[in-house]
């Protein structure tokens, strides 16, 4: 299950409401911040680190985007391992099941 959203969109409290409801996340999530996120991030460190070397491909940073960003070509075939993890991760049967790199 993913929950997509911007930072600071109240992700996190949906996380904890649906987990609160039976839902699954990974058993690796980010730790708790203090002062920034004191109950937990619930993100799955290894789908943020694959987001962050995506967007680093891009050029990006999760907290800026170049001026053009609208002009990236995502088709391009220096995301096609990115895809390929999407896909495996969108087949997978668990909603624990890992989104590994090849």
């Known amino acids: 299950m993913f929950v997509v959203g911007m930072h600071r969109a ?9 987990s609160a409801c039976g839902a699954s996340f990974s058993d690796k999530l980010l730790p708790p911040m203090a002062g920034v996120n004191d109950e937990g991030f619930w993100e799955s460190v290894e789908v943020v680190a694959i987001n962050e ?15 053009d960003a609208e ?3 995502w088709s ?13 991760c969108s087949r ?11």
């Open 76 to 88: 391009e075939a220096k995301f096609d391992a990115f895809r390929n993890q999407r896909a495996r």
């Open 71 to 73: 002009n990236l070509d």
């Open 53 to 67: 070397q995506l967007l680093a491909a891009a050029g990006f940073e999760w907290f800026s985007a170049p001026a």
């Open 10 to 18: 109240g992700t996190s409290a949906l996380c904890a409401a649906l």
């Open 92 to 102: 997978a049967d668990s909603v624990k099941a890992r989104c590994k790199q090849s």
